[in-house]
């Protein structure tokens, strides 16, 4: 018995894929079923010879790019799929970017201490100020204002990640996250230059909503536990949000009374929004492919129980 590597599911006769070295269940044996690297290799000599051979005397520098940036493509799919350094992120970029969070956090204090607010703004913090320091568009999503804040975030994404990750793959996991991350902290911090206003944004709150707007989508009638103790469907929790945050948006002076002032309601939206564009882009795919049915939930306080 062994669990399938795409789906979650246990298998009494597992299948083996000679190609990636991963086991899965009949429903995704197939090499098209669980995005088998072999797959892109079969279409790029490059990748299954390791030949310059064809750039050499071709002569066309469009078609040597093109053949340089496949064969770099080919070894990064390889290194996800047969091991090597990269190997461990496959199925598993949820919780590399939980530990990115979490290192980013701890280093925070340490340029706050050796470098001061400015240096830590400068390098942390997507803000109007600058928002044309670009690195602080993904930096402000790993870095967080408290330990409350990243513990909230952590949970969302530990609990509901691995349920998107399994249906779209670790790589497309990996820049949705990063995406609607930046996308959310950004249209907050232009939404408040557009209204002459200041502001500053941190934390994956952004990208933790455009999870959930997926699973709204794809499965709207999970049941999760509010406050590990509350059963709910997703849907009633994620609208329910969605609807309080358009009115703290609306009504700021709300957000201070209820003691959630200081929070990037906009990016909230923002972030569950396209969560909800990308849930509808995908649905019929994943679907099709037998995927959503076959994804477990992960068990535990607070975690979606049952089937995803």
């Known amino acids: 018995m062994a669990t399938c590597d795409e789906c979650g599911e246990y298998e009494n006769l597992p299948y083996q894929c000679n190609r990636c070295g991963k086991s899965f269940c009949s429903t995704h044996r197939l090499p098209e079923s669980h995005d088998c690297p072999g797959l892109n290799e079969w279409d790029d000599p490059s990748g299954v010879f390791e030949s310059d051979f064809e750039d050499s005397v071709s002569g066309a520098s469009a078609s040597s790019d093109t053949g340089l940036v496949d064969r770099i493509r080919g070894r990064l799919d390889r290194e996800l799929s047969t091991g090597g350094v990269l ?72 609990f509901f990640g691995p349920l998107v ?19 959310a902290g950004l249209g907050h911090i232009l939404f408040e230059l557009g209204m002459g206003g200041s502001a500053s944004v941190l934390g994956a709150s952004g990208a933790a909503f455009a999870i959930l707007g997926v699973l709204t989508i794809l499965r709207p009638n999970m049941e999760i536990l509010l406050f590990f103790v509350i059963p709910m469907k997703l849907k009633v929790l994620t609208y329910g949000i969605a609807a309080i945050s358009v009115l703290f ?14 929070i990037a309601h906009l990016a909230h939206l923002i972030g569950f929004a ?8 995908i649905e019929g795919n994943v679907r099709s492919t037998g995927r959503g049915p076959s994804i477990r939930g992960p068990r535990g306080p607070g975690g979606p129980g049952g089937r995803f």
């Open 87 to 158: 190997g461990y992120f496959r199925g598993n970029a949820v919780y590399a970017l939980l530990g990115a969070m979490w290192i980013t956090f701890l280093l925070q204090f340490v340029v706050l201490a050796l470098f001061g607010s400015t240096a830590f703004r400068s390098i942390f913090t997507l803000s109007t100020a600058h928002p044309e320091y670009v690195w602080t568009w993904f930096t402000s999503i790993f870095a967080h204002g408290s330990l409350y804040h990243i513990a909230a975030n952590s949970i969302v994404v530990f």
């Open 249 to 262: 948006v609306i009504q700021p002076s709300l957000a201070v009374a209820a003691g959630f002032g200081g």
């Open 165 to 183: 990750e399994r249906a779209i793959g670790s790589r497309k996991f990996t820049a949705f996250f990063l995406g609607s991350g930046a996308a």
């Open 274 to 281: 396209i969560g909800l564009a990308y849930g509808k882009r």
